[in-house]
């Protein structure tokens, strides 16, 4: 199965600042990646397909960007709303396999 | 707009089974796969299986392969789970989701707990 990995653990920003968050795969996964948001006692919510496709509503903040193996998730500007767990999602090979997450927390 | 509304929490004893529902609303169950991801307590995302509504076809993860199944009722609009041989780490948070045009999980249920314990 491939594994993702996502980098760092743990983010600590303010809000205004950018947040680049990093998710490595096993092996080449294409363009098959998605990005989801995740707040406590919610349900995922989906931010990016497709590497760099922005889902429906999800604000022009949210970027993604790579292929292959390496992917990178960029908020431009943290709203205090975008503190949350950020998880990576491989649709390349079955199983689906999500990435362990990183945090942005507030500093 | 497809809601996932999900059925309520379970609590259940070390080596039964659970079978949890995920009913679409406003919708239509059949365009795209419907999977299941659970999350233990602290833990991170775990898919678990898929199934597309419309042809019945289901694939598992591996881990879950001999005590999973996963169903759809094209009636209803009802997705479910069943997981057999419970055990404690199958504590969990159990989300099914709307596997949108394959690409990403775009709508998703508001999950349902199920604890296992003595």
């Known amino acids: 199965e491939i594994v993702l990995t996502q980098s760092p653990v743990t983010l600590s920003l303010s809000p205004g600042e950018r947040a680049t968050l990093s998710c490595r795969a096993s092996q080449s996964v294409g363009s098959y990646l998605a990005w989801y948001q995740q707040k406590p006692g919610q349900a995922p919510r989906l931010l990016i397909y497709?590497?760099?496709n922005r889902a429906t509503g999800i604000p022009a903040r949210f970027s993604g960007s790579g292929s292959g193996t390496d992917f990178t998730l960029t908020i431009s500007s943290l709203e205090p709303e975008d503190f949350a767990i950020y998880y990576c999602q491989q649709r390349s090979n079955w199983p689906l396999t999500f990435g362990p997450g990183t945090k942005v927390d507030i500093k | 707009q497809v809601q996932l509304v999900q059925s309520g929490a379970e609590v259940k004893k070390p080596g039964s089974s659970v079978k949890v529902s995920c009913k679409a609303s406003g919708g239509s169950l059949s365009t795209y796969p419907i999977s299941w991801v659970r999350q233990a307590p602290g833990q991170g995302l775990e898919w678990m299986g898929e199934?597309?509504?419309?042809?019945?076809?289901?694939k598992y993860a591996e881990k879950f392969q001999d005590r999973v199944t996963i169903t759809a009722d094209e009636s209803t609009s009802t997705a479910y789970l069943e997981l057999s041989s419970l055990r404690s780490e199958d504590t969990a948070l159990y989300f099914c989701g709307r596997n949108w045009n394959y690409v990403g999980m775009d709508v998703w249920g508001q999950g349902t707990t199920v604890i296992v314990s003595s």
């Open positions: 199934i597309m509504p419309t042809f019945g076809t289901v």
């Open positions: 497709d590497a760099s």
